[in-house]
């Protein structure tokens, strides 16, 4: 058997630090390098993790997932704009962007009746009804509207260490918690937890 055929998925616990992994060296360059340059120190940083994240996919599985990879590009667009032009604005903007391109995808596939988020995921969710994942997509759709109007509310109206620090203590718990407050309606409509092999949450890099 070839190596490719030997690769599988992720593990929840490696798909969860490629996940957040590059947010948590964000914040702790940000907070250890010297102000008022942390946040590029902090950019370039996230630059290089994400990549390494990008690396570190396509050596275990051989493949890198769409939302890593379109999240990974944006970050190596707007962190090198921001350090091409020392405005941290564009490093500010871009969950904002993220989180509206994925809530767009999400809600074409429910008004044109194709399961985007099943042909992304259906694999970590066994035995979901379409039911199922149409409640799931317009669930993240509206999530994922609620952090861009939250993002955009708090880089306008906080200091940018404090926008750092929702990155980690406020989006990334809120991630996790909405996704698993969906799954009693999952198991409502067929999941079958036994046979799960990842979280009940989509990728949710940003």
Partial sequence: MSEAETKTELSSGMRMALDFGPVLIFFAV??????????????GAFMAAMMIALV???????KISPM???SGVMVLIFGGVT?????????KI??????????????FGLLTKRPTLKALLGSAYPGLSDRGWDLLSRNWA?????MAVLNEAV???????????????????LTLIFAFANVPMLLKNGLNLDKADEPPMPEAHE
Avoid at 94 to 101: A, G, L
Avoid at 142 to 146: D, E, M, P, R, S
Avoid at 155 to 173: H, M, Q, Y
């Fill in 83 to 91: 350090l091409f032009l020392r405005d941290e604005t564009f490093i």
């Fill in 56 to 62: 570190i996919s396509w050596a275990k599985v051989g």
């Fill in 94 to 107: 871009k969950p904002t962007i993220y989180y509206v391109f994925i809530a767009l995808i999400l809600f």
């Fill in 30 to 43: 940000n907070y250890l390098a010297p102000p008022p340059l942390g946040i590029f120190y902090a950019t």
């Fill in 68 to 70: 890593l990879l379109f």
């Fill in 142 to 146: 509206v999530f994922f509207v609620a």
């Fill in 155 to 173: 880089w306008r109206n906080f200091s940018t260490d404090f926008w750092v620090g929702f990155k980690l203590w406020g989006a990334i718990p």
